[in-house]
């Protein structure tokens, strides 16, 4: 993912909460600091697809938004 | 060489502490470095006194330690070494040890980071093992022993200095694990009825080797009764079946420690090695239904799509899936017990051989002493 920020493509990782700083810090040690952490609700495994299915749906609004204001 | 007072006074090679014991591990608690034991103070002394086993340059980076894929200098490695309490020739040994866990096959990154409450198992083989007086008989995984108590400190302590696998940050392990303080042993060749675990895989026996497996605590397996080969293995393989391990899940490479007992009686029915290979894969599985109906419905039938798809209930589910792939290992003292270590899963067990700068196999690690 890193490489693909740094070739200037869209990109984001979508994590759950407990590893945003995880997140953080990959992001700096892969050289992309303002790489975007999209972070759903914890937990994601385990869940009933209707489940998994608002975790995409609180993930999608942030993702367009980086698309859109990449297109710009 | 480079003089090390040079290196230290290169930016954030080092620090200023009172000469204090106290003080300096107050101010190691401060900066988040360490395990949460005391650490003896990396002094310039000492640091030196370590790096007198070490025939690389001492600024070179030997690895990249993941998550923070910080530089393995031996510089780095003898203050975190003189931290653990290590003697000076065990040196060699940490530098092997955090080359060969840097591995790509490996996978150190997911090692430290995961969920899941692995930690790099080391076993070490060789004469360098018994020169080390590392232990391999009696309370071999436990306390008692300067060499596995401090050269294990010293890799766990490279892994959260250098590698970053803080907890919480670097290292998500859900539990953690007390192999996460200290985790290394040597096999018991002398007691072992095989050959042993380095020469298995490709090295003579004169060479020191390494061998890392991402893997769990040790279960016990207690076996007082049986007498035969098929008797002793059938232990094993029903301790081996459980539903809960993430081997289950991958072409994984488990670790059965054998007490030289267990391995005597298993050999001396005619197994050879391989032979107890195969007869633990083909006897360690548990019928498909002793897996919850989500994990059968969401993961075996999608992981194992080929085999489980529509399989029964009774299927069996087979927790090793080569039998080459099963690392046994002959360990410990007097007693009819064995182990079972399930591992992390998407790893691959590495061995490393200590060899000096030249490319020569090393017969001792005082070969690394500079004169």
């Known amino acids: 993912m890193a490489e693909l920020r740094k070739r200037g493509l869209v990109t984001a990782v979508i994590c759950s909460d407990p590893f945003l700083t995880l997140g953080q810090n990959q992001a700096r040690v892969f050289g992309v600091p303002d790489l975007p952490l999209v972070v759903i609700q914890h937990p994601l495994g385990g869940l009933a697809l209707e489940g998994v299915k608002a975790r995409a749906a609180a ?3 942030p993702l367009v938004n980086l698309i859109k204001a990449h297109s710009r | 060489m480079t003089a090390l007072a040079e290196l230290l006074r290169a930016p954030g090679a080092s620090v200023e502490a009172e000469d204090d014991f106290d003080a300096v591990n107050e101010l190691v608690r401060a ?9 003896v103070p990396p002094t310039e002394d000492r640091v ?26 031996p510089l780095r490695l003898a203050a975190n070494a003189v931290m653990a309490g290590c003697e000076s020739r065990y040196f060699p040994l940490l530098v092997l040890a955090i080359e060969t866990m840097c591995e790509e096959p490996f996978n150190l990154y997911a090692i430290q980071a995961t969920t899941h409450l692995c930690a790099p198992l080391v076993i070490v083989n060789g004469p360098v093992a018994q020169e080390l007086n590392i232990n391999s008989g009696h309370n071999a995984f436990g306390p008692g022993h300067r060499s596995n108590a401090t050269l294990g400190r010293a890799i766990r302590l490279a892994l959260l200095n250098i590698g970053g696998a803080t907890p919480g940050s670097g290292d998500m392990s859900t539990f953690g694990a007390p192999s996460k303080y200290s985790y290394l042993v040597a096999e018991n060749e002398a007691a072992s009825p095989w050959e042993p675990l380095h020469v298995e895989r490709g090295f003579p026996a004169e060479a020191s080797t390494v061998t890392v497996a991402g893997a769990e605590c040790p279960h016990n397996v207690n076996d007082h ?3 035969t080969a098929e008797g002793i293995l059938t232990t094993i393989a029903g301790t081996m079946g459980i539903a809960g391990s993430n081997d289950v899940y991958y072409a994984a490479q488990p670790v059965v420690v054998m007490s030289p007992e267990h ?3 298993v050999a001396e ?26 994990n059968i419905e969401r993961r075996l039938r999608v992981t194992w799509q080929e085999r489980y798809a529509n399989a029964a ?6 927790l090793v899936q080569n039998a ?4 046994i290992a002959v360990i410990g003292g007097a007693g009819k017990h064995s182990a079972y270590l399930p591992t992390f899963g998407a790893t691959r067990a590495v061995t490393g051989v200590l060899k000096r700068r030249n490319g020569k196999y090393a017969r001792s690690v005082e070969e690394f002493r500079k004169a």
Do not use: N
């Not at chain 2, 005619?270 to 599985?285: I, T």
């Not at chain 2, 209930?313 to 087979?318: I, K, L, N, S």
């Open chain 1, 59 to 61: 993930a999608t609004p």
């Open chain 2, 31 to 39: 900066r988040g470095w360490g395990d949460g034991l005391p650490v």
């Open chain 2, 48 to 73: 030196r006194e370590m790096l007198a086993y070490c025939d690389r340059p001492w600024h070179e980076p030997v690895a990249e330690i993941a998550p923070r894929y910080g530089e393995a200098t």
């Open chain 2, 225 to 227: 009764e049986s007498l």
């Open chain 2, 263 to 265: 391995a005597r009686t």
């Open chain 2, 269 to 294: 029915g005619g197994f050879s090695k391989m032979d107890a290979k195969r007869f633990l894969q083909q006897h360690a599985h548990l019928p498909l239904g002793k897996f919850s109906r989500e």
């Open chain 2, 313 to 318: 209930t009774d299927a069996p589910v087979f």
């Open chain 2, 324 to 327: 080459q792939d099963i690392i």
